[in-house]
């Protein structure tokens, strides 16, 4: 009997001391699989992959000019210093932009002397916040005509359609600002709203645009497409609005500042380039 004790105390200890290995080896095998799942977080993960940019393009209709530009033709023909004066409000202003810089007609007047390497080119920005085409003509004789200009970019429409005036008072002040600046002897190009949502929410805005339009056809001058050109951008090319408009959903942004001096420079260029005879007979 007491054989048979001593067995079985000998039994149940030899259990427990194959049960403490056990629980050992379960032990040593938990802390390696946790050193395991431990060590992929002192390893850094690569940066994502920078976004592609997004491409400046257009459709040669909305980006060319009809008219050949005959003043600033002459005076590239010349060699003489050539002076454009980019009148309008807050996107000729740069509103939206991170820097004066990166406004319109201050990388419009980097993309010209691409085009023209060595010429004396200068792109004045006369733009003013808050403006109208009246306030803009009564600036005309301090901040156009005395500069000389021999090409004149007017954008206009923006803020009487932001304000919901009626259209046809604005466009009587059209015309008769578009005859005071031909008179001057320069090139005129008009430049439309610009297709953002808080314009696009005025019922007004197609209205203004087809004026615009009309008035470029009834007075002879070019027209740049801007609001067809943002268009396109949204509709056709699926570019979302804050690739190209600024937080305050109205103003445009570096990129599409950059874009559109891209592109308007090439249209100048183009049109100040394009063969016309009579282009010498204009020079001043």
Same mark, same amino acid.
């Given at each position: 009997?007491?054989?048979?004790r001593s067995?079985?105390i000998a ?9 403490s290995g056990?629980a050992?080896?379960l032990?040593a095998?938990s ?5 395991q799942?431990?060590?992929p977080?002192?390893?850094v993960?690569?940066p994502?992959a920078?976004?592609?940019?997004v491409?400046c393009?257009?459709?040669a209709?909305i980006?060319?000019?009809?008219r050949?530009?005959?003043?600033t ?8 210093p ?9 996107s ?13 007609p201050s990388?419009l007047?980097a993309e ?7 010429r004396d ?5 006369r733009?003013?916040?808050g403006d ?5 003509m ?6 156009v005509?005395a500069?000389d200009p ?10 009487s359609?932001l ?11 059209l015309h008769e !600002?578009?005859? @005071?600046l031909? =008179?001057?002897? $320069?090139?005129?190009?008009?430049? &439309?709203?610009?297709?953002?949502? #808080? ?7 197609p !209205?203004?645009? @087809?004026?615009i =339009?009309?008035? $470029?056809?009834?007075?002879?001058? &070019?027209l740049?497409?801007?609001? #067809?050109?943002m268009?396109n ?24 500042? #950059?874009?559109v ?6 249209a100048?260029a183009?049109?100040a380039?394009?063969?016309?005879a009579?282009?010498?007979?204009h020079?001043?």
């Amino acid at each position: 009997m007491i054989k048979t004790r001593s067995t079985m105390i000998a039994g149940l200890a030899g259990t427990l001391l194959a049960l403490s290995g056990a629980a050992a080896t379960l032990l040593a095998l938990s802390g390696a699989a946790s050193a395991q799942v431990a060590a992929p977080a002192h390893i850094v993960a690569p940066p994502p992959a920078p976004a592609a940019p997004v491409a400046c393009t257009a459709p040669a209709a909305i980006s060319h000019f009809e008219r050949p530009l005959l003043h600033t033709m002459a005076r590239l023909i010349g060699g003489l210093p050539l002076t454009i004066v980019a009148l309008g409000s807050s996107s000729t202003a740069g509103a939206g932009a991170s820097s004066p810089a990166a406004s319109y007609p201050s990388r419009l007047e980097a993309e010209l002397k691409q085009h023209f390497p060595g010429r004396d080119i200068t792109v004045l920005n006369r733009g003013v916040n808050g403006d109208e085409a009246d306030n803009m003509m009564a600036r005309f004789q301090n901040d156009v005509i005395a500069a000389d200009p021999q090409l004149v970019l007017w954008q206009v429409g923006t803020n009487s359609v932001l304000r919901d005036h009626p259209l046809k008072p604005h466009s009587v002040a059209l015309h008769e !600002g578009i005859d @005071e600046l031909k =008179a001057i002897g $320069a090139d005129v190009v008009l430049i &439309d709203p610009q297709y953002a949502p #808080a314009v696009l929410a005025k019922s007004e805005t197609p !209205g203004m645009v @087809e004026q615009i =339009a009309v008035a $470029a056809k009834d007075e002879d001058v &070019d027209l740049f497409h801007r609001f #067809a050109l943002m268009r396109n951008w949204h509709e056709v090319q699926h570019l979302p609005f804050d690739v190209f408009v600024s937080p305050d959903q109205l103003h445009m942004n570096d990129w599409s500042y #950059a874009c559109v001096a891209k592109l308007l420079g090439t249209a100048v260029a183009e049109a100040a380039t394009r063969p016309v005879a009579s282009a010498a007979m204009h020079s001043r």
